[in-house]
């Protein structure tokens, strides 16, 4: 366990220094010039050297990845160049928002998925099973954009149950949490399905119910823990899924979190918040993937770590 | 030795008369404005920064102007120039020495009284190659400029602090501007003590002079300003508090001005639904529409074949549908025919400009070589509505034979291509136009059309060269004396003209600015589309269901 631990987490480093790398590239090869989008139009060309200069932008590419990651190590992540402040700070001041956002985005889900997976599993081969499956189908496949700004439309603006976007109040968290839950939603209800298939087949549902139990017993007692445990498992790898949707689910609301600063950042081309930002998110990916490696075991038996 | 001296422009003709050596009549304060209130601005994108060496985008521009003052500002809805911090001013008869005299008893927020050595800080600090100043080069006319920008030297020699209420500026050229670049923001006074408490992060810990001081900032979600009690100038500012509500895109900023959630969209009225709004009364009488001091254009690299020949960029000229652009962006707009804006000083009203003639356009390629015309690329911004904009020029050459293949692509790679010297044929410069820093002619010549701007990285994207011009133009900006700003005016007037005639533009629109407000707001029309504030002049507006 130990040894699988410590294998896991070089690896995991690995693939940071890898993100760090090609994310770093990518943005040196940029054809747009930072230093003349922070030096403005009438900017002389001996103030756009000089501000190259002060950023070290004038070194040579090794150079200014060898000091990225310098700092790096000691937790800079540099300074914004068109906000002027420090990554940590932008980053560390909007992650709560994004976090409760995840967290509403989950239960949505969870809540949302697993009932429909499992109403569709037991009405198998019905109306109502296609219908959900076809409604699964849906949501994985609308467009976040879409879907958010018809949420907003019916319920903001018509229905007025909900405000038009913004941050600080749980009502505020219910459409967004649902815009970015309607995704996974449809992802939750085809495993749960097929999970709740599976158990639904096994010899000890058979003997329940020749034991004489009733249908909601054999189905929540006992067949229910068994297959969510596989789907529960899944919330880990989920959250790559999620750090994409943020960014357009945090543009769409308003929503005060890491993907509205990268959405920003990527329009400004602020290198420095752009690398915090995929770093950040990197992390996390690789951190949930870890946690349901780890977790997965625990849940079913017949998974070794090695 | 005969000296100008001047205070509000109403009042110089009068101080001359007099011989006196400042007046200055306070500002009139609107009569029917009430004191109170709270407001709030929604903006769709993060506040970068706060500090006046650094800000310079429409966003901060005029949240900077609110929390500091400079030495000259504007008369409130209006480009003409008046003393602010500064009392009264003299120019010495060479242009090249500029004397000003300070207005006692000016509190930074933090209550210390501002001095001459604080001009001097902030001038040195905005040069200073270590602040990082997007606008340092605004202050190369003054002596010792170019010490400072090599690091050579720690303060501009040319700034003199002649008494703690009197500051002097000598130049090495004389200099028409540079009243003007006293009232931009990179020339706003700060003080020392809190540029050093705070280091770098002084742009998120503002301390100025100004009508507003920061109360609150939440990254990624508000910023508050309150009401400055100690302003120095009385009866300013009618609002008791402003908040931006940051992360708000611009249809939902829309929805909740129409519910009455908030007072003015910052980012304006989104292009989708500008129609709808201009089409109901109700929702039309409370949208503002004014000049700008903005033009869009296209511009040919007068480098490369076939641009390099005249008759080619004049036929380009001749053949743009300019009326049919506009009606692209719902008519926000007017047709260009030169590179000024009309609200801007220098405007030449006579210049008819190159008709929209597709015969004659042919006639001219045909003149030129190109009878069955040729294969070119337009760039432009990938954001709409640049992309049908140059949809529809692409349509317009192609009636005159020239077949141009659209390149859309983000900002700053548009930018990138414009400044290198093979880069781009043609672009179609909307969502990057021009607009002008401080409203004089000056502004849209030196770095755009320019020898100066026509190098690897500058902005100058027609590569337009005419020493002849050059000259002309530092002529012009050496006629410093105020009472000949009517001649200057028209020696930029030959200018443009000029380089009308080499066309290395085609100028298409300038863009007219329309700023949607709630019922409550109050003030005057024009402060609402104040030239140098965007959205509006927050010092001088008002609410009307206070009290």
Redesign the interface.
Do not use: C, H
């Given at each position: 366990m130990i040894a699988y631990l410590g294998r896991r987490l070089i690896q995991s480093l690995l693939i940071l220094l890898g993100v760090s790398l090609i994310t770093f590239a990518l943005l040196y090869l940029l054809p747009a010039d930072p230093v003349r989008q922070i030096a403005g139009r009438s900017a002389t060309p001996q103030t756009v050297e000089n501000i190259r200069q002060q950023l070290g932008l004038d070194q040579p590419f090794v150079v200014q990845y060898w000091r990225y990651l310098t700092k790096l190590v000691s937790g800079d992540l540099g300074r914004s160049y068109i906000q002027r402040s420090e990554v940590t700070e932008l980053i560390v001041s909007r992650l709560p928002a994004s976090l409760l956002l995840m967290v509403g985005a989950i239960l949505c889900e969870l809540l949302l998925g697993l009932s429909m997976g499992l109403i569709a599993a037991v009405r198998r081969g019905t109306a109502t099973d296609q219908t959900l499956m076809v409604a699964s189908f849906v949501g994985v496949s609308a467009p976040q954009f879409v879907v958010g700004l018809l949420l907003l439309y019916v319920f903001a603006v018509r229905l007025s149950w909900f405000p038009i976007g913004g941050y600080g109040t749980w009502r505020h968290l219910v459409l967004p949490s649902l815009t970015m839950g309607i995704l996974g939603a449809g992802w939750y209800a085809r495993m749960m399905r097929s999970s709740m298939i599976d158990v639904l087949r096994q010899d000890y549902v058979r003997t329940a119910r020749a034991k004489g139990l009733a249908r909601r017993a054999i189905i929540f007692r006992h067949a229910l823990p068994n297959a969510i445990l596989p789907v529960i498992a899944m919330i880990g790898i989920d959250i790559g899924i999620f750090m994409g949707g943020i960014v357009v689910v945090e543009s769409v609301f308003g929503w005060p979190g890491i993907g509205q600063l990268a959405w920003q950042a990527i329009q400004r081309v602020d290198i420095p918040i752009i690398m915090g930002v995929t770093l950040v998110s990197a992390f996390a990916i690789v951190l949930g993937n870890l946690v349901a490696d780890i977790i997965a075991p625990f849940i079913d038996p017949r998974i070794k770590l090695r | 030795m005969k000296k100008f001296l001047a205070s509000t422009v109403a009042a110089s003709a009068l101080a001359l008369m007099l011989g006196m050596t400042s007046v200055r009549a306070e500002d009139a304060v609107d009569p029917n404005a009430k004191q109170g209130g709270a407001i709030t601005i929604t903006y769709k994108?993060?506040v970068?920064?706060l500090?006046p060496a650094?800000g310079?985008d429409w966003q901060n521009w005029s949240m900077i102007k609110s929390l500091f003052d400079g030495l000259m500002d504007y008369e409130p809805g209006t480009t003409n120039l008046k003393p602010d911090l500064a009392e009264s001013y003299e120019i010495a008869p060479d242009g090249k020495t500029f004397t000003f005299k300070l207005r006692h008893g000016v509190k930074f927020h933090n209550g210390r009284e501002m001095t001459a050595d604080d001009v001097k800080y902030s001038l040195d600090r905005v040069t200073n190659?270590?602040t990082?100043?997007?606008?340092?080069?605004?202050f190369?006319s003054i002596k010792g400029y170019d010490d400072v920008?090599?690091g050579k030297a720690e303060g501009l020699s040319g700034v003199t602090v002649v008494d703690p209420y009197t500051v002097k500026f000598e130049l090495t050229r004389p200099d028409a501007t540079f009243l003007h670049v006293m009232a931009i923001n990179f020339a706003h006074v700060v003080p020392k003590e809190e540029v050093e408490k705070y280091g770098?992060?002084f742009?998120?810990h503002p301390v100025g002079t100004g009508a507003f001081k920061l109360a609150e900032w939440?990254?990624?979600?508000r910023i508050v300003f309150e009401r400055n009690a100690d302003y120095w100038h009385k009866g300013l500012p009618h609002l008791d508090k402003i908040t931006f509500?940051?992360?708000?895109?611009p249809i939902?900023a829309l929805?909740?001005l129409q519910?009455g959630?908030i007072d003015v969209p910052g980012d304006g009225i989104p292009p989708a639904k500008f129609q709808e709004v201009m089409a109901d009364p109700e929702q039309k009488a409370r949208v503002v529409e004014g000049g700008q001091l903005h033009t869009g254009y296209v511009t040919m690299n007068t480098t490369m074949a076939p641009f390099d020949n005249v008759k080619v960029r004049q036929a380009v000229n001749m053949a743009i549908n300019k009326a049919r652009v506009i009606q692209i962006i719902n008519g926000r707009a007017v047709p260009a025919n030169q590179p000024l804006p009309p609200s801007m000083p220098g405007y030449d009203k006579e210049y008819k400009g190159y008709p929209y003639d597709v015969a004659k356009a042919k006639a001219l390629l045909a003149e030129a070589g190109h009878p069955d015309g040729f294969e070119t690329q337009l760039f432009a911004m990938n954001t709409d509505p640049n992309p049908r904009i140059a949809q529809a020029i692409q349509q317009d050459l192609a009636a005159i034979g020239i077949k141009a293949s659209i390149q859309s692509l983000?900002?700053?790679?548009v930018?990138?291509?414009g400044?290198d010297k093979a880069g781009a044929p043609m672009i179609w410069s909307g969502g990057?136009a021009?607009i002008a820093?401080f409203p004089d002619p000056s502004n849209f010549y030196g770095?755009i059309l320019g020898c100066?701007g026509a190098?690897p990285?500058?902005?100058n994207w027609s590569w337009y060269c005419n020493k002849d011009l050059d000259a002309k133009a530092a002529e012009a900006d050496s006629v410093v004396d105020p009472a000949k700003a009517g001649e200057r005016d028209k020696m930029w007037s030959a200018i443009y003209d000029k380089v009308m005639e080499d066309a290395p533009w085609a100028p298409v629109f300038n863009e007219q600015r329309f700023t949607m407000k709630s019922a409550r707001m109050g003030g005057a029309d024009n402060l609402y589309v104040d030239p140098v504030h965007i959205p509006i002049n927050y010092d001088n507006v008002y609410v009307k269901d206070v009290q």
């Open positions: - | 994108d993060d970068a920064t500090d650094i310079y190659p270590k990082q100043s997007p606008g340092a080069g605004f190369g920008a090599a770098a992060d742009g998120k939440t990254l990624g979600q509500e940051i992360g708000q895109e939902v929805l909740r519910k959630e983000a900002q700053a790679n930018i990138a291509a400044g990057m021009w820093d770095p100066a190098v990285g500058g902005w």
